[in-house]
């Protein structure tokens, strides 16, 4: 089977590859490429908003684009694998751009595995018969085959789901029980999770050993997290938001990060979620730039739920309040009453 990475030419696209939309983390950057090169399955680690699937989709850039046959298994034209493109002796032809070899699946309890390894189309079983292998129609795991196959928060999928993808990500084969028949899937694996999520499944060791795990952290600095609000966060053009503000909205959040009465810590979309909703509300309150009044009168609304505070903390206030104490502090120091 041909491999989809390992050749001179993406090897060296992947060397050369930037991931430019992701601010920092040369670590991972480096992490992710040395995986990549050696066709290794992936799963993303870190806390939400953090740039997970945004490293992922850039791995699609690295991907040129090819020619596959118009079926649902992206079959090689000099490598067929599913049934029609083996008994036809001509098959429509299409080139697919890097992104369409990236294909994208959110990770839920409701999912099956009839939904990433196929199942039988009732109206083609009356016309070929129900054990037909005609009669199948195959799920997602083929629409990524010779390509990428991106699983987004995968510990919220079943133990169940993950057995099902064992052997595929094993011996890149799926094995359709009903028909007793393999088909080859040829695809690098991509998955992310939230370990803080206590709403998820448990991955079994015997899942997580077909992967490298690699972990990313908040921003490495206050600059570079200042850097993402900038660009990722929405500018309105009349209000100014001033430097030294932003500057201690950032060390707001960082600050709430590291703090110990504090479990589930702020992502970066708290960050750009003030950064914008600051200059909302000044611009309603008819000001040319943002106050620190503005900043006070959203941050509940951008970050109560974006923490959690430990048992100790939780019962004797709430979310809420902690917020107002912890930022007004800020405004003392800013007016120097401490």
């Known amino acids: 089977m041909n491999n989809i990475l390992l050749n001179d030419k993406l090897r060296q696209k992947i060397l050369e590859e930037e991931f430019e939309d992701i601010f920092g983390q040369d670590k991972v950057k480096k992490e992710l490429k040395s995986a990549l090169i050696m066709?290794?399955?992936?799963?993303?680690?870190?806390s939400p908003g953090i740039g997970k699937t945004t490293l992922a989709k850039n791995v699609a850039r690295i991907l040129p684009e090819i020619d596959v046959n118009d079926c649902g298994f992206n079959c090689l034209p000099v490598n067929p694998i599913c049934p029609e493109c083996i008994s036809k002796k001509t098959v429509k032809k299409k080139s697919i751009e890097g992104f369409e070899r990236f294909v994208r699946i959110q990770g839920s309890p409701d999912l099956t595995a009839e939904d990433l390894l196929g199942d039988i189309d009732p109206i083609k079983a009356m016309k070929f018969g129900p054990l037909s292998i005609e009669a199948f129609t195959p799920g997602k795991i083929f629409r990524a085959n010779n390509g990428i196959l991106f699983?987004?928060?995968?510990?919220?999928?079943?133990?169940?789901?993950?057995?099902?993808?064992?052997?595929?990500?094993?011996?890149?084969?799926?094995?359709?029980?009903?028909?007793?028949?393999?088909?080859?899937a040829e695809f690098i694996f991509i998955g992310t999770m939230n370990p803080e999520d206590s709403s998820t499944e448990p991955l079994s060791d015997v899942f997580l050993d077909r992967f490298d795990v690699i972990t990313m952290e908040y921003p490495e600095t206050s600059e570079i997290e200042k850097q993402i609000v900038l660009i990722k966060g929405k500018k309105i053009s009349e209000i100014e938001f001033a430097d030294e503000l932003i500057d201690t909205v950032i060390k707001f959040i960082?600050?709430?990060?590291?703090?110990?009465?504090?479990?589930?810590?702020?992502?970066?979309?708290?960050s750009i979620g003030i950064y914008e909703r600051a200059q909302a509300y000044a611009f309603l309150s008819g000001h040319k730039s943002v106050t620190m009044d503005d900043i006070k009168q959203i941050m509940i609304s951008v970050l109560s739920h974006r923490i959690k505070l430990k048992p100790s903390i939780?019962?004797?206030?709430?979310?809420?309040?902690?917020?107002?104490?912890?930022?007004?502090?800020?405004?003392?120091?800013?007016?120097?009453?401490t």
Request: glycine share 4%; aromatic share 8%; net charge positive.
């Open 39 to 46: 066709d290794r399955h992936i799963i993303l680690v870190g």
């Open 151 to 184: 699983f987004d928060e995968i510990n919220r999928c079943s133990e169940k789901l993950q057995n099902a993808l064992l052997q595929v990500l094993e011996e890149k084969r799926v094995t359709i029980g009903a028909y007793n028949i393999d088909f080859p």
């Open 254 to 270: 960082r600050d709430l990060r590291i703090d110990q009465n504090i479990d589930k810590k702020p992502s970066v979309r708290s």
């Open 314 to 337: 939780k019962y004797l206030e709430t979310a809420e309040k902690y917020l107002e104490q912890e930022f007004s502090k800020i405004k003392q120091r800013k007016s120097g009453l």
